[in-house]
């Protein structure tokens, strides 16, 4: 059977009743389900989900398995299993738009130039955000913006789509995995366990740029994101951004960035200048992404002897 939409949805011992909702907005979809296929893909959660989930009341959808550990394996897994043209990537916390597939098949349509894109999304919190952690909140894959960009330049952070949601033709998935599977620094890229390494999506949708495509995000597509309280806690923020700058940093020099050498020296004086004007929260922030920075560049230094 030929679909136009595979939906792919990775997930490690999910949280229950957010999966619930995940899956109901799936089920309310404008999008005829005879058009789309769904693939839960079972990345070495404790439990079999395929003895706990009823996928059912979708004709097309399956259970997959996948034993080695972390979210790169499982996006692969979910890109060779898959059977349609364009493959939407839905988190077990995205709760899509009613009308998410259908924009979706629109886009690829009507902009057959973009290769990998994206939208608008909401964040519902369990418990309300504290103000000090609002600067941060970015992290979280919270995007809004006014009007659709969209652009064929490799490093154009503005029109690239994040994780959550993110829509991409199958030859930019095909052409992901060929990188990957032979990059072992790649498929380190993003989440594994407890590890907050985060990038790999961005790999993802440089890679439409690899074969002459672009990236772009639209305000037309729309989900919210379910945002637990235990993200809000500042040992996870800081720890999260930690992870994304090292990821960026590996990310930017697997594209062609090479880092500089920046001394031990000029760091901890950078960082006591800035201490001097920023509170508390905001240097151990500042702090932190340093660290992420250095490991990052150290292991491309050892690397590159």
């Known amino acids: 059977m030929t679909f136009t939409i595979s939906v792919i949805t990775c997930t490690h011992n999910p949280r229950g009743d957010y999966l619930d909702k995940v899956l109901a907005a799936l089920k309310s979809q404008t999008l005829p389900l005879e058009q789309?296929?769904?693939?839960?893909i079972d990345n070495a959660s404790e439990r079999s989900l395929a003895s706990e989930?009823?996928?059912?009341?979708?004709?097309?959808?399956?259970?997959?398995?996948?034993?080695?550990?972390?979210?790169?394996?499982?996006?692969?897994?979910?890109?060779?299993?898959?059977?349609?043209?364009?493959?939407?990537?839905?988190?077990d916390d995205n709760v899509l738009d009613s009308d998410y597939l259908e924009v979706t098949l629109k886009i690829s349509k009507e902009w057959p130039k973009i290769g990998a894109?994206?939208?608008q999304i909401r964040g519902e919190f369990?418990?309300?955000?504290?103000?000090?952690?609002?600067?941060?909140?970015?992290?979280?894959?919270?995007?809004?913006f006014e009007e659709d960009k969209w652009s064929n330049i490799l490093h154009q952070h503005e029109t690239t789509p994040c994780g959550a949601g993110i829509c991409v033709r199958q030859i930019v998935g095909k052409k992901y995995a060929e990188l990957v599977n032979n990059d072992p620094i790649r498929i380190a890229l993003d989440r594994k366990g407890k590890l907050l390494t985060s990038s790999g999506d961005t790999d993802?949708?440089?890679t439409a740029c690899d074969l002459g495509l672009g990236t772009g995000q639209f305000t037309s597509l729309k989900l919210t994101h379910l945002i637990p309280t235990n993200r809000l806690k500042i040992e996870y923020l800081i720890r999260l951004h930690e992870?994304?700058?090292?990821?960026?940093?590996?990310?930017n020099y697997l594209r062609g960035k090479m880092p500089q050498h920046t001394s031990w020296l000029r760091v901890k004086l950078s960082e006591w200048y800035r201490s001097?004007?920023?509170?508390?929260?905001?240097?151990?922030?500042?702090?932190?992404?340093?660290?992420?920075?250095?490991?990052?560049?150290?292991?491309v230094w050892n690397s590159n002897k």
């Open 276 to 299: 001097c004007w920023m509170n508390s929260i905001d240097s151990r922030f500042f702090k932190a992404r340093n660290r992420g920075i250095a490991l990052a560049n150290q292991q």
């Open 53 to 91: 989930i009823d996928l059912s009341w979708h004709p097309q959808a399956r259970h997959v398995r996948e034993d080695k550990l972390g979210l790169t394996p499982a996006r692969l897994r979910g890109i060779e299993e898959a059977k349609a043209d364009v493959l939407v990537f839905v988190d």
């Open 117 to 119: 894109w994206g939208g």
């Open 243 to 251: 992870g994304l700058a090292y990821s960026s940093t590996m990310l």
């Open 204 to 206: 993802l949708a440089f």
């Open 126 to 144: 369990e418990t309300a955000p504290p103000d000090w952690a609002k600067p941060y909140l970015y992290q979280l894959c919270i995007r809004a």
């Open 36 to 40: 789309w296929e769904f693939l839960l």
